[in-house]
Nanobody, 124 residues
Framework: EVQLVESGGGWVQAGGSVRLSCVPA????????IGWFRQAPGKEREGVSC?????????YYADSVVGRFTISSDSTKNTVYLQMDFLKPEDTAVYSC????????????????WGQGTQVTVSS
């Protein structure tokens, strides 16, 4: 059974930074793509960023976070990180990580297994 566990959410002022972590159980980070998604109140879940399996070595970002968010992985810790800088109030959402197989996808319907999510609140 594949499980993912997120951590690192919290409250931060606009312009601040937060780093989220995603640890999968049941597979190792380099083997599959892992994406970060978010869902703000009253809005649909959307793709934020993704790092593909090591054999493809690609990263992707939603236009709204380019230049502010950075996704990375540490195979020694079997962890994928989402470093979020220059946060804005509109980044407030529940952030979840999920695996989409070997390839990245920004479509939440392509996620095969989800984590439980972590809340990020950005105050103005």
């Amino acid at each position: 059974e594949v499980q993912l566990v997120e951590s690192g959410g919290g409250w931060v002022q606009a312009g601040g930074s937060v780093r989220l972590s995603c640890v999968p159980a049941g597979f190792t980070v380099p083997d599959f793509a892992i994406g970060w998604f978010r869902q703000a109140p009253g809005k649909e879940r959307e793709g934020v960023s993704c790092i593909s399996s090591s054999s493809h070595g690609a990263t992707y970002y939603a236009d709204s976070v380019v230049g502010r968010f950075t996704i990375s992985s540490d195979s020694t810790k079997n962890t994928v990180y989402l470093q979020m800088d220059f946060l804005k109030p509109e980044d407030t959402a529940v952030y979840s990580c999920g695996t989409t197989g070997y390839y990245c996808s920004g479509d939440p319907s392509d996620v095969l297994s989800w984590g439980q999510g972590t809340q990020v609140t950005v105050s103005s």
